[in-house]
Every structure is written in C-alpha cells, then in structure tokens.
C-alpha cells in the first residue's frame, strides 16, 4: 500500500495564498501522474491540477494562472501552491498518484477561503 500525506490546508482570507503538500511512501518516477482533485459539498469532485510525465502540467481553466503544480521526485512529493485564492475555492482537496493502474489518494485536507 502507499500513503500520501498532505498537509497545509487551513482557513485564509480571500486573496491570500496556500501551499499543499502530499509526501507519498513510494518512490515517484515522472512516468507516475500525479495531481490534486478538489470537493466542494454539493459539487461534483473535479480536477484542479496533474502533472504528468517530466513536468507537463495540466490545469482547471477556474485556477489556471492562480495555481500551480509542482513535484520533486526525490521527495516524492506532489505541492499545489495557490494565489488569489477565492471563496469559491472552497473545497477538500485530494492529493493522488498513480503507480501503474492503481491510484492512491491523500487523506484530504481542507481549504476555507473566507470573504
């Protein structure tokens, strides 16, 4: 089994910024996608971000230019850094990773943008 922990989720103020973390237990190569999902109660899960083989990135057209993915493979660690955050970026976010077929996920963490 693989764990991925996130961190760094919390309460801020409209227009302040975040950094998320998810550290997996196993080794993570670029042929291994990985990204975040996001769920705002009463909402549809959906894609904010992946990164996939090297460093080609992916983004939700409702964050591109605010948020942007990063990994460091010799970490093993995925990051979401996000600007201009907004209300409605609201949500439980979900680190994954994908290791030939199976995908693991994070135990969500939640981001509270307050007007």
């Known amino acids: 089994q693989v764990q991925l922990v996130e961190s760094g989720g919390g309460l801020v103020q409209a227009g302040g910024s975040l950094r998320l973390s998810c550290a997996a237990s196993r080794t993570i190569s670029s042929i291994n996608p990985m990204g975040w999902y996001r769920q705002a109660p009463g909402k549809q899960r959906e894609l904010v971000a992946t990164?996939?083989?090297?460093?080609?990135?992916n983004y939700n057209a409702s964050v591109k230019g605010r948020f942007t993915i990063s990994r460091d493979n010799a970490k093993n660690t995925v990051y979401l850094q996000m600007n201009s955050l907004k209300p409605e970026d609201t949500a439980v976010y979900y680190c994954?990773?994908?290791?030939?077929?199976?995908?693991?996920w994070g135990q969500g963490t939640q981001v509270t943008v307050s007007s």
């Open positions: 994954y990773a994908n290791y030939d077929g199976p995908t693991y």
């Open positions: 990164i996939a083989y090297g460093t080609t990135t």
